[in-house]
C-alpha cells in the first residue's frame, strides 16, 4: 500500500479516530493551486517538499490530539473567522 502501513495498524487507527483520538495516524500535506499561482510559487513548493523528503526540514509543532491537526508552536489562528459569511 501507498504508505507501507500493514493491516494491523490501519485497524489500530480506526480503533483509536472510533474514540475520538487522531493523536497517531500519519502525516500528508494538501496542495491547493489556483489560476493566481506563479511558477515560482509552485518551483518554492517542489523545493520544500524535498526538504522535508531529504529531512533537511523539521518545524516545531503542536497537535490537537482530537482532531490530529498540526499547528506551528506559538501560532493559533482561528482560521474560521477568515472564511466565515
Do not use: M
Not at 57 to 72: R, S
Request: with cysteine; glycine share 8%; hydrophobic share 35%.
Amino acid at each position: 500500500n501507498l504508505l507501507h502501513v500493514s493491516r494491523d495498524r490501519i485497524e489500530s487507527y480506526k480503533n483509536e479516530v472510533a474514540q475520538g483520538s487522531h493523536e497517531h495516524l500519519p502525516g500528508l500535506a494538501r496542495v491547493s493551486f489556483g489560476c493566481y499561482n506563479e511558477e515560482w510559487e509552485v518551483d518554492a513548493l517542489v523545493e520544500q517538499l524535498r526538504r522535508i523528503v531529504r529531512r533537511e526540514y523539521k518545524g516545531d509543532y503542536v497537535q490537537d490530539k482530537e482532531t490530529g491537526e498540526f499547528q506551528p508552536k506559538g501560532i493559533f489562528d482561528d482560521f474560521e473567522r477568515f472564511f466565515a459569511l
